[in-house]
């Protein structure tokens, strides 16, 4: 008898340790980039932007997917940097403006603030190209404090919202406007007219004037020559009498 509940009593003990390796493990508790903002309390149009655009639903099944080689930076602008915009920006973009807008504050990669330091500019972001000049993002970093051009803007970072190995949202002073969207590229500058006359350029009132002086000169001629003809005809006329 006591040998076979010995037995029982391995049997149960190894069986409950193998279901315990081979159970899943439990999925990760990661907090998803809404509730993260909401935490914050100042991202309220952000917010609204992430939803409206669904990069919250995209962001959000990434944070669930366990994966250590993956990550994101998220440049979340305040609401007092979105009241620094024109009056009528937001709704003068697209539905496809609006979708890049809030990708370029997104990078795809984890980036803790000591990476900043050594950062590769320009930046990556869900927006796209960044070869061709179209979405350019550039991180530098002086000390402790960290800025984000894009060539439209030169944006702060202000702090730190959230970080694990997971994300890392940034809290940031402006809306970062992409160069794609609200801004364009210099017109070359129009190539110099060399003048035909030796490099003298007349000015219009001069030409003007010269103009009028060369018309009173030919009025005065065609007056004489006119004078000198009836002269000659009345000679003719009269001169033999």
């Known amino acids: 008898m006591r040998k076979l509940l010995a037995f029982a009593f391995l049997f149960f003990f190894f069986w409950d340790k193998t279901l315990a390796q081979i159970a899943p493990a439990p999925p990760i508790k990661v907090d998803n980039i809404t509730s993260t903002l909401e935490k914050g309390g100042q991202f309220t149009t952000f917010i609204k932007l992430l939803k409206a655009t669904q990069v919250a639903d995209q962001l959000n099944n990434q944070l669930s997917t366990p994966d250590p080689n993956d990550g994101l930076t998220v440049f979340a602008p305040s609401d007092s940097a979105f009241s620094g915009l024109k009056p009528g920006t937001l709704n003068s973009l697209s539905d496809k403006e609006k979708l890049q807008l809030v990708q370029f504050h997104i990078l795809p990669t984890l980036m803790s603030t000591s990476q900043f330091q050594t950062a590769s500019n320009p930046l990556r972001t869900q927006a796209g190209d960044v070869k061709g000049g179209k979405f350019p993002l550039n991180v530098t970093a002086d000390g402790n404090q960290v800025n984000v051009?894009?060539?439209?803007?030169?944006?702060?970072?202000?702090?730190?919202?959230?970080?694990?190995?997971?994300?890392?949202?940034?809290?940031?002073?402006?809306?970062?406007?992409?160069?794609?969207i609200f801004g364009t590229a210099p017109e070359p500058a129009p190539a110099p007219v060399v003048p035909e006359n030796g490099g003298l350029v007349s000015s219009p009132k001069a030409a003007v004037k010269g103009t009028d002086v060369a018309g009173a000169v030919s009025l005065k001629f065609h007056a004489l020559a006119m004078g000198f003809s009836s002269f000659a005809v009345f000679w003719a006329v009269f001169g033999g009498f």
């Open 149 to 180: 051009t894009t060539g439209v803007v030169n944006a702060t970072v202000e702090n730190s919202v959230f970080s694990d190995r997971r994300i890392a949202v940034y809290q940031v002073d402006k809306v970062l406007l992409p160069l794609e």
